[in-house]
């Protein structure tokens, strides 16, 4: 059991194991800020005849963060050397009003319908545009990605626990005699297995430094920090406290919860 082959027999898999889970637990705090970069170069356009303000239209979207008037001043003065001042004039008055609309959070497709429909129901307003296509395309991506790396968690952690599983037998079997010994001299559950507990214990500390420090380190990788650049993406740094926390709550819960059944399994004529 001291031996380095046996430790990294367990070690290795709850590594792996715990990087599934800080994987997925970055890659959700990266779609989070990549739909909130997103939400602040989305907009809605509006196209009214009447003007709109903000107390009208927060009861239809529940999510508004705000109402701009977008000026046609622009395409008035392009027309200005071709038109007369009366004719720009005429038209000036005769061109709807145009509206921006920003959103507090980045909207679902299902929500992005809603408001469109209700929008285009309000009284004034002629047209509604979402740009759902573009946007369609970029949520399927983001829930993608967040579902394939939740998918690789899962996957992962029932590998690593069977492999987990069948070292830890491996450790029993090296305190056969061990544990025969004190289970003839009537000693309780913890005393024979709390060698298995404590290698346990190690394991789950080894392997929960060695994931932090890896996560910790991300943004400062060269060809991690370049790719997540390029995309104006910000890698978040773990969190050495709170996530190693949680990432070493995890490994002994699940280690600890193996050694106990395979020690509960064994009966006193299998060991």
């Given at each position: 059991?001291?031996?380095?082959?046996?430790?990294?027999?367990?070690?290795?898999?709850?590594?792996?194991?715990?990087?599934?889970?800080?994987?997925?637990?970055?890659?959700?705090?990266?779609?989070?800020?990549?739909?909130?970069?997103?939400?602040?170069?989305?907009?809605?356009?509006?196209?009214?005849?009447?003007?709109?303000?903000?107390?009208?239209?927060?009861?239809?979207?529940?999510?508004?963060?705000?109402?701009?008037?977008?000026?046609?001043?622009?395409?008035?003065?392009?027309?200005?050397?071709?038109?007369?001042?009366?004719?720009?004039s005429?038209?000036?008055?005769?061109?709807?009003?145009?509206?921006?609309?920003?959103?507090?959070?980045?909207?679902?497709?299902?929500?992005?319908?809603?408001?469109k429909d209700?929008?285009?129901?309000?009284?004034?307003?002629?047209?509604?545009?979402?740009?759902?296509?573009?946007?369609?395309?970029?949520?399927?991506?983001?829930?993608?990605?967040?579902?394939?790396?939740?998918?690789?968690?899962?996957?992962?952690?029932?590998?690593g626990?069977?492999?987990?599983?069948?070292?830890?037998?491996?450790?029993?079997?090296?305190?056969?005699?061990?544990?025969?010994?004190?289970?003839?001299?009537?000693?309780?559950?913890?005393?024979?297995?709390?060698?298995?507990?404590?290698?346990?214990?190690?394991?789950?500390?080894?392997?929960?430094?060695v994931?932090?420090?890896?996560?910790?380190?991300?943004?400062?990788?060269?060809?991690?920090?370049?790719?997540?650049?390029?995309?104006d993406?910000?890698?978040?740094?773990?969190d050495?406290?709170?996530?190693?926390?949680?990432?070493?709550?995890?490994?002994?819960?699940?280690?600890?919860f193996?050694?106990?059944?395979?020690?509960?399994?064994?009966?006193?004529?299998?060991?």
């Open positions: 059991m001291r031996s380095l082959k046996n430790q990294l027999g367990f070690i290795l898999p709850l590594i792996a194991l715990l990087f599934a889970i800080e994987f997925s637990l970055t890659s959700d705090k990266i779609v989070q800020n990549y739909e909130a970069l997103m939400n602040n170069d989305y907009n809605i356009v509006i196209v009214s005849s009447k003007e709109l303000d903000e107390t009208q239209i927060r009861p239809l979207v529940p999510t508004l963060d705000r109402l701009e008037p977008l000026s046609a001043q622009g395409i008035l003065d392009r027309l200005s050397d071709n038109v007369s001042a009366k004719n720009l005429v038209l000036q008055n005769a061109l709807p009003k145009f509206y921006s609309l920003k959103l507090s959070a980045f909207p679902s497709t299902q929500l992005m319908n809603e408001i209700k929008l285009q129901k309000f009284d004034g307003v002629s047209r509604v545009e979402t740009f759902s296509r573009t946007h369609d395309k970029v949520y399927k991506i983001l829930n993608l990605t967040k579902t394939l790396s939740y998918t690789f968690m899962w996957i992962l952690g029932a590998i626990a069977m492999l987990m599983f069948k070292q830890a037998r491996i450790w029993l079997y090296e305190h056969k005699e061990r544990i025969e010994i004190l289970t003839l001299f009537g000693a309780s559950f913890w005393l024979k297995s709390g060698v298995l507990y404590r290698t346990a214990f190690i394991g789950s500390l080894v392997s929960t430094v994931v932090v420090g890896f996560f910790y380190a991300l943004p400062s990788i060269k060809i991690f920090a370049d790719a997540a650049n390029e995309i993406v910000t890698l978040p740094k773990a050495i406290l709170g996530q190693g926390a949680v990432l070493l709550g995890v490994a002994l819960a699940l280690s600890w193996i050694i106990s059944l395979v020690m509960r399994k064994i009966k006193k004529s299998d060991v």
